[in-house]
């Protein structure tokens, strides 16, 4: 099983690579057409409503309760009770998605007045900010389309997880990006405001996503006409465990809409530093993190559906080690890499070098909390394989609060750095309430041998910053080199770091024995 999920994992992570790679293409295209000024602000704010409702009816909340009750239909061998399942529980999503897709086009203002109220209050004051709430809720009316698609991107990518074809969900955000990087070259430079021409980008990115799984989806014999089943037990199944896991599996995402909300009354770019420095902090959780918890998620409802109570921990312990071996040195390289990763990739055209110190301190205050992303992921599955949503939305709700209130603490101090702060911080508990759970109820606790593990990890990724911080010239320096001097030795640190890193966990005693499901 170790060597299955290890290679299931490597598939999702190859797939999830190219399309961050890719991502961060399209973000450095961005930066350097429109920087972190104003329109920046208001695009990443229309971009991130839609996508933070995609976790909600999509990848997240959804994923993690129709995976369990597909796996369950899926291991009973009947593929007519399976594929009816599929045809209710994508006709009653898509009536909900669609539903709710209309009303943020047709309520756009609204939207933007909740979780835009600082422009709001401004544009009711007519105060210097009026036109960023115009904009935000002109674009929003093109960017919430994207919802509609990207939820059956969704749909399909479970059920191909679900029968062991995890490349082809991985890959296909690799489309979005395309579109956008397409959009920012050949759209929004025609157009009076280019981020018009990026919101174009989403949209057309959503609608081939949409297109790119249908041939897939009927090969496996999987691609069903969808019908309205509110009432069917496999959909009120579904709809059951999803109602609480609306809050256990989005809170982070819903800590962002909160930063989101608090910046738009903080000064003009926190909410683009603030982006930019979360696509950084996005690139290993969404290629180590998500790509783990992905496969993890049917191995572990297999396991309960079997009643391997042995296989279900030694899994999660895995899932876990996992985490740890490339969490760690991903967060230690983060932090003391903040300022040239930035100035590599963003630094060009409308983005200066103020905007890549000021998105460098919210990527620090970002990156403290990566490894505690990654083990939510990890955790979270641990409740759903079993059908318990309940139980992480209880936590989801106590580290959502604990967020508004660090918000309101850090940001009146520190300002936008605050909100990041917050977020790191809030993501500690839901991790700690996420274990301890697990822990009293004796599903799974950490092993002598995985405890042992994360110590001589630690150790191995503080040599590695050690190193790293030795050879690294001041700011200023780097502000004097050129763009390709730059990049070829923040190439050269990362590859010194990862070298040092290696050589010390074998030198620890770190094998792949221990990368093993037991």
């Known amino acids: 099983m170790s060597r299955k999920l290890l290679r299931s994992g490597l598939v999702v992570s190859s797939m999830t690579f190219v399309s961050r790679v890719l991502g961060l293409v399209r973000d450095v295209v961005v930066a350097n057409l429109m920087g972190a000024g104003a329109a920046a602000d208001v695009f990443f704010f229309a971009n991130r409503i839609p996508n933070f409702l995609r976790r909600l009816f999509a990848e997240g909340a959804f994923s993690q309760a129709f995976v369990p009750v597909l796996t369950e239909y899926h291991a009973s061998g009947d593929i007519d009770k399976t594929r009816d399942l599929i045809a209710k529980a994508s006709g009653t999503l898509g009536v909900l998605v669609t539903i709710v897709t209309l009303f943020g086009i047709l309520g756009s203002g609204l939207v933007t007045a909740i979780f835009g109220a600082g422009w709001f209050m401004d544009w009711v004051n007519d105060g210097p900010d009026t036109h960023k709430f115009v904009l935000a809720s002109f674009l929003l009316k093109i960017t919430f389309p994207y919802l509609w698609f990207i939820t059956f991107v969704a749909l399909s990518g479970a059920i191909l997880n679900t029968i062991g074809k995890f490349a082809v969900s991985s890959f296909t955000p690799v489309f979005l990006n395309v579109m956008m990087i397409l959009a920012a070259l050949y759209i929004a430079p025609n157009m009076e405001q280019p981020e018009v021409g990026l919101a174009i980008g989403v949209l057309l990115g959503g609608l081939v996503q949409f297109l790119f799984q249908i041939p897939f989806l009927f090969k496996q014999g999987m691609l ?98 996992m985490v740890i071996l490339l969490g760690v040195p991903a967060m230690c390289g983060l932090i003391v890499l903040a300022k040239p990763m930035l100035m ?91 274990y301890r759970g697990l822990h009293i109820a004796n599903v799974y606790r950490l092993s002598k041998e995985t405890i042992v593990f994360t110590i001589k990890i630690v150790i191995a990724g503080g040599l590695m910053v050690s190193v790293i911080d030795w050879q690294m010239a001041d700011f200023d320096v780097w502000l004097q080199w050129t763009a390709s001097y730059r990049a070829m030795w923040l190439v050269g640190l990362i590859g010194l770091g990862a070298l040092v890193y290696l050589i010390s966990a074998l030198v620890l005693g770190i094998r792949l024995k221990h990368l093993k499901a037991n």
């Open 224 to 321: 069903v006409k969808p019908k309205w089943g509110w009432n069917d037990p496999g959909v009120k199944k579904i709809r059951t465990l999803m109602i609480p896991a609306l809050f256990g599996v989005s809170v982070s995402q819903i800590n962002l809409l909160f930063d989101t909300a608090v910046a738009s009354f903080l000064m003009t770019g926190s909410i683009s530093w603030l982006y930019y420095s979360d696509r950084l902090l996005e690139f290993p959780l969404g290629l180590f993190g998500i790509a783990i918890a992905t496969v993890i998620l049917p191995a572990l409802s297999r396991k309960h559906v079997d009643s391997e109570s042995q296989g279900f921990s030694s899994t999660m312990d895995w899932g876990v080690r």
């Open 344 to 434: 590599v990739l963003f630094m060009r055209g409308e983005f200066a070098p103020s905007d890549v110190q000021n998105a460098s301190l919210a990527l620090w205050a970002y990156s403290a909390g990566l490894l505690n992303f990654m083990l939510i992921k990890v955790l979270a599955p641990g409740y759903y394989s079993r059908q318990d949503t309940k139980t992480p939305v209880r936590y989801g709700i106590i580290a959502m609060v604990t967020n508004m209130v660090f918000n309101a603490i850090f940001a009146y101090f520190y300002g936008y750095v605050g909100l990041a702060m917050a977020t790191s911080l809030s993501a500690l508990v839901n991790m700690g309430l996420l």
